[in-house]
């Protein structure tokens, strides 16, 4: 993976990514989680519903963000928009985001989530001008509310250069390494014993990536659901005290 895209898969990113715990709190709150045994349960699931449609629509934020700087404005990916000059070609490419944007919006069913998940892709969107300036990262900053987070991370990725694989890849491994940290810090768990859990999730992280790359047709997005994670999310948004955000 080449070293800018590490700066995406890095936790220190400016971004906010520490402040959301990805349905850990509420799970260690009602001691869903409460050993490493358990939290690499609730990792695996985490990772092969939400972590594999995050990837997926990373996947399909990249090639659609490499398509409209390629060629100026063609629609969603695997739709046939005519190439349009101008204004023309920003309307039409816009078109294609609110598409994907509402894809990802009809995949996270809580409030509570969809909030979260623009909160980081206003945050993530903030970094990712600063780092590659581009016509297609300044676009999204219309999204009404901002932009998904994993939108945002597609775009980034291919601003960075990188391929749709590489979004899915550090879409997934993000999805898995958040509720990890977070872990450390609610549950008081082991550090080196939670990377050992994460070392054992590689390989099904690479699964999932690769299981996403190959979905970047906006009709043919995963579309799996984590209920208890839904649940999970209001549940935290209505509490009185909690150290995250989601």
């Known amino acids: 993976m080449d070293a800018a895209l590490l700066l995406l898969a890095d936790s220190r990113l400016p971004a906010g990514g520490h402040a959301h715990s990805g349905g850990l709190e509420t799970a260690a709150a009602t001691g869903v989680v409460h050993d490493l045994a358990t939290l690499a349960a609730f990792l695996r699931g985490r990772l092969a519903t939400t972590g594999l449609v995050m990837a997926g629509l990373a996947a399909a934020a990249c090639a659609y963000a490499h398509e409209c700087a ?85 775009a980034a990725v291919a601003a960075a250069g990188g391929a749709p694989v590489r979004a899915a890849q550090i879409a997934a491994y993000g999805s898995v390494t958040g509720p990890a940290s977070a872990a450390v810090r609610l549950l008081g768990l082991d550090p080196l014993g939670v990377h050992r859990v994460l070392a054992g999730l590689t390989a099904h992280v690479d699964h999932v990536a690769a299981e996403a790359a190959e979905s970047v047709r906006v009709g043919d997005l995963p579309a799996v659901s984590a209920p208890a994670l839904d649940v999970f999310a209001e549940l935290h948004d209505r509490a009185d005290l909690r150290l995250f955000e989601s």
């Open 70 to 154: 390629g060629s100026e404005g063609d629609g969603p990916p695997g739709d046939a928009v005519p190439v349009r000059p101008g204004a023309r070609a920003r309307t039409a490419a816009w078109a294609g985001w609110v598409r994907l944007d509402a894809e990802a919006d009809a995949r996270t069913p809580a409030p509570a989530q969809r909030r979260a998940s623009r909160a980081q892709g206003r945050a993530l969107l903030r970094v990712a001008r600063g780092l590659w300036p581009g016509s297609v990262l300044d676009l999204l900053t219309g999204a009404a509310g901002g932009p998904h987070q994993p939108i945002v991370l597609g």
